[in-house]
Every structure is written in structure tokens, then in C-alpha cells.
């Protein structure tokens, strides 16, 4: 018997965290997936959704009915257009701590979470709790920004340093291109300190190909003066990605990406979806 996909939604009702639960019902649509609206109870969710003070027992049942609520509108939209079913789960606990081992009591395949995204550097900078909860899951993440709606990508790019995990995870993510007809672009990015010239790269290539079974896919070679993380960036935006892609199995790329350093310069991030392989 083939095993139901699983999605993970996390959400606090927040803005964006109903973006990621939009995101969550249109994958789930697509693989066929049950998908669940996990909340953790904290005292700062029931401010922000109530206007005055109100005891436990009102706000929990207040957080009951939104759930119920949210529940009920994703399976009116998402169950007819191939979404296998949507429920919710409330558990108290730690956020990070109770979202990861839901996702392993489920057996999960993908957590879809909403993140503020950079807007404080001196505080954090791309979400403290979704930060972790990438660095810790072994499970795939997908991360939404705020003010980021669910549209059908175009095109996926796939950050790679040509590692052996690589032949795996790019079979998963031409999986996800199948449904949308996307265009992948897998790059490298070159600079002055890890530099590989072309005949390397092609070499590369010739490894890789045998394991892609997908024709919409194009294969980069981006040299950059400086950081590889500012090249990657720079290749979004000329290029026109609508969602990057990065293997975090050895931490090259998500290192990068989620350094403070770096990402107060790497502005791309916050206006785009990041995809964070992880099973391989």
C-alpha cells in the first residue's frame, strides 16, 4: 500500500502563517496529501487575536473555533481539487520542540511555515523559531514570507555544490516541477576562493543527468567575484526565480543563507519561498 504524503502547517494565525497554510492546501492539492493545522497554545497568540483579557478556558476554546474555522475553509476549497483531507491538532508544549515531534509522530514529508522574515537585524534575522525549526527537522521545510501569496512557480533554482546527495534530492524536486510544469535551474556558484572552471562543471553535469528524469531543467555556472550567497541572489533576480531550492544535508548553502551577515545583504530572501531539502 503507497503511503499518504503529509504535510505539517504550523500557524498562530498570524498573516503570515495563513500565506503558508494557502501554500500547504495547494501542495497538498497536488500530492494527493492529508495536511494538518498544528498550533501550539502561547499566552502571546491569544493577545494578539483577542482585543481584551480573557481567561483560558475562553481563549482556548476561542483558538478551538479559528482552527475549526480554518479547517473547514481549506477543505471546501482544497478537498475537490484533489487534497486528501485537512485537520487540526492543538498541543501544548515548546513551539519548535512540538512542531518537530509532530512531524515525526506523523511521519511527515514537508513542514510549510510562515516567517516574518528579515525585518529586525538586531534581534534576528530570518525568524528564531523558523530558523530552528529548519536547522533541527529532519524533515523537508518549505518557508513563506510574510506578504507572500501562493502562485504556481515558473521556475525553481536549485543551489547545489555538487554533492553525492545531490542525485537524490534533484528527483524530489523534479517531482515537485511536474505538477506546475516549472523550469529548474541547478547552479553553482564560483567564486574567487572555491572556483571550478568550466570542464569541471561540464563533468559534473554528466554525473548529475542520469539521475534527472525531467527535461525542463537547465544547468548553471555562476561566477561571482566575492560571496557565493550574493552570486546566488544575483541569479534569482536576473533570472526570475519564484522559489529557491538548497540541500541543507552538509549546511553549505542554508549556512550561507542564514548567516547574519550575510542575509542583511541578501534582500531576495525575503519576498520568495525557500525550499530546505532535508530527507535524503
Known amino acids: ?124 534575522y530570518v525568524g528564531t523559531r523558523t530558523a530552528k525549526i529548519v536547522d533541527k527537522s529532519d524533515v523537508d521545510v518549505l518557508v513563506i514570507p510574510k506578504r507572500v501569496f501562493f502562485k504556481p512557480p515558473r521556475k525553481l533554482v536549485y543551489a547545489t555544490d555538487y554533492l553525492e546527495e545531490d542525485k537524490i534530492a534533484i528527483q524530489k524536486i523534479a517531482g515537485l516541477a511536474k505538477f506546475f510544469d516549472s523550469e529548474i535551474d541547478l547552479v553553482h556558484v564560483s567564486t574567487k576562493a572555491k572556483a571550478i572552471d568550466k570542464s569541471l562543471h561540464q563533468t559534473m553535469v554528466q554525473e548529475l543527468k542520469p539521475f534527472i528524469k525531467y527535461e525542463k531543467i537547465n544547468f548553471v555556472l555562476k561566477a561571482y567575484r566575492d560571496d557565493a550567497g550574493l552570486g546566488l541572489e544575483n541569479y534569482l533576480i536576473t533570472a526570475k526565480g519564484d522559489m529557491l531550492v538548497t540541500l541543507s544535508k552538509k549546511k553549505s548553502w542554508f549556512e550561507q543563507i542564514f548567516d547574519k551577515n550575510i542575509s542583511r545583504k541578501m534582500s531576495y530572501f525575503i519576498n520568495k519561498p525557500l525550499l530546505v531539502v532535508k530527507k535524503v
Open 1 to 124: 500500500m503507497e503511503s499518504v504524503f503529509k504535510i505539517i502547517c504550523p500557524t498562530d494565525f498570524s498573516e503570515c502563517s495563513l500565506n503558508a497554510i494557502e501554500y500547504a492546501a495547494k501542495l497538498g492539492e497536488k500530492y494527493q496529501a492529508e495536511l494538518i493545522l498544528f498550533h501550539v497554545p502561547d499566552k502571546e497568540d491569544y493577545q494578539k487575536l483577542a482585543a481584551q483579557e480573557i481567561s483560558n478556558g475562553q481563549s482556548y476554546e476561542f483558538v478551538e473555533k479559528k482552527l475549526e474555522n480554518l479547517v473547514q475553509t481549506v477543505s471546501e476549497e482544497s478537498i475537490p481539487n484533489g487534497l486528501k483531507s485537512c485537520k487540526s491538532v492543538i498541543q501544548e508544549g515548546k513551539v519548535v520542540t512540538s512542531i518537530l515531534e509532530l512531524a515525526a509522530q506523523e511521519k511527515a514529508d514537508l513542514i510549510v511555515i510562515g516567517t516574518e522574515g528579515i525585518n529586525d537585524f538586531k534581534k534576528n
